[in-house]
Nanobody, 122 residues
Framework: QVQLVESGGGLVQAGGSLTLSCAASGDTFTFDGIGWYRQAPGKQRELVATISNGGRTVYGESAKGRFTISRDNAKNTVYLQMNGLKPEDTAVYYC????????????????WGEGTLVTVSS
């Protein structure tokens, strides 16, 4: 089974920085895209950023210019460096991956982490 272990959330003042980490694991699985989504109270879940195992990145509009996603393929771990945080960045941040396993005949299945809360105070 696939596991996503998230860390790095917390409370930060506006203008500050945080780094989120997500480590993906699962016997026989390979992980294509790994990334972050977020959901603020009363709002829909939205894309923050994703990165493929080839290094291709996609950023949501709110993240462009402030957040940077990177990946350590040897560890199947993704890092989201968030700078210039704003109160409107307050949300639960969820790690997401598309994973495949030839042995289990599972292809491109999406998995979600439990979420980590980021709170930005004004």
């Amino acid at each position: 089974q696939v596991q996503l272990v998230e860390s790095g959330g917390g409370l930060v003042q506006a203008g500050g920085s945080l780094t989120l980490s997500c480590a993906a694991s699962g016997d026989t699985f390979t992980f294509d895209g790994i990334g972050w989504y977020r959901q603020a109270p009363g709002k829909q879940r939205e894309l923050v950023a994703t990165i493929s195992n080839g290094g291709r990145t996609v950023y949501g509009e709110s993240a462009k210019g402030r957040f940077t996603i990177s990946r350590d393929n040897a560890k199947n771990t993704v890092y989201l460096q968030m700078n210039g945080l704003k109160p409107e960045d307050t949300a639960v941040y969820y790690c997401n991956t598309e994973a495949s396993s030839d042995i289990l005949r599972v292809y491109g299945t999406q998995y979600w982490g439990e979420g980590t809360l980021v709170t930005v105070s004004s």
